[in-house]
């Protein structure tokens, strides 16, 4: 319904907050939005995120427990946090009132400055969401939940988001300073010619990683065009398989602190959003690598959503995952 990039606005802190300003007040100013109420997941910069285990004192209370052993990892003082724990479970291999949580912190100060954002555009936050239980929300609409642990990742352009879970809990989860963008620059740099970075993604999507089912590729194609076609897939390759074993390597890294931690874990697939989609073959290239069976997922072409408003382009709207798990949280109306 509306949307928007943003690029470098954020480079000066002080003029920051009044792009947002602006850009809120035009949202709530949109013509088929109702309401006044703001569902709302800050920049996971603004986040810090670990894991926990306690052990509860009988008729302890279980948040007094997590607020106490929280207070252990946090890199500010307590008091200046505001937390909240997406996922709980009692450890099943651990002794009585043992529990595993995921906890996400922010600092109070950095939360109330996004609310007084909203505020001063006329929206009143309802909900702040993390962008891992936005996935797992969107993916349980989409797919069967499964009691074994999966691998949900949402590539973006800078930044990465990789998760694992379960059907009731966050086993891992970390953002990566890795996106497609550097992939479409490298692309420009090697082709001049190309141009604006739809054009580049066009390619990647084309070409991406088929090289090696270069066989598919080519089988109905004259010998000239096959030669042509070879030589392109194998290019392109060479200039995108450096990038995808730099995420395979995060892939493995978050993968074996869960095998660390949870006994033989059977990991039933890997979910890839977001970007994920205009790299060509990238799911059969990861399944290949990390043996695990692998899909892309685009919610909006593959889901139950109408798309008569979303912006036809290579992407198909799969940029939207977090925004469309954002929306299905539920809010109270007057």
């Not at 427990?65 to 990892?73: L, P």
């Amino acid at each position: 319904m509306w949307h928007t990039r943003l690029n470098g606005e954020f480079d000066d802190p002080d003029n920051s907050s009044n792009v947002l300003v602006h850009l809120f007040r035009e949202m709530a100013r949109y013509e088929r939005f109702r309401g006044k109420k703001a569902v709302v997941h800050m920049p996971f910069q603004k986040n810090f995120t670990f894991p926990i285990r306690f052990q509860a004192s009988p008729g302890e209370n279980l948040e007094a427990c997590i607020v106490r052993e929280s207070g252990k990892y946090m890199p500010f003082p307590i008091e200046e946090a505001v937390i909240d724990y997406p996922s709980i479970s009692p450890v099943a291999s651990g002794g009585p009132d043992e529990y595993a949580a995921t906890i996400v912190a922010s600092r109070r100060e950095n939360t109330e400055h996004y609310i007084s954002m909203l505020k001063k555009a006329g929206l009143k936050v309802e909900v702040l969401d993390f962008s891992v239980s936005a996935l797992l929300r969107l993916h349980h609409q989409l797919f069967k939940p499964s009691d074994n642990p999966i691998f949900l990742a949402n590539l973006g352009h800078a930044e990465s988001q990789l998760s694992i879970v379960t059907k009731d809990d966050i086993l891992a989860q970390r953002h990566i300073a890795w996106g497609t963008q550097s992939i479409v620059d490298q692309i420009q740099a090697n082709f001049e010619h190309i141009g604006d970075d739809e054009k580049a993604a066009i390619l990647l999507k084309q070409y991406g990683l088929r090289h090696e089912d270069r066989a598919k590729s080519t089988t109905s194609l004259n010998s000239t065009d096959k030669a042509e076609t070879e030589r392109m897939l194998k290019v392109f390759y060479q200039i995108i398989s450096p990038h995808i074993e730099e995420l395979i390597l995060e892939c493995h890294k978050i993968m074996a602190y869960v095998r660390s931690e949870f006994s033989n874990p059977n990991f039933d697939a890997i979910y890839m959003y977001g970007l994920a989609n205009i790299i060509g073959n990238l799911d059969a290239y990861l399944e290949k690598r990390l043996q695990i069976p692998t899909k892309l997922v685009s919610p909006v072409k593959d889901g139950n959503f109408q798309n008569d408003g979303i912006l036809a382009g290579v992407s198909e709207g799969a940029e939207f995952a977090l925004a469309l798990g954002l929306a299905m949280r539920k809010v109270t109306w007057p």
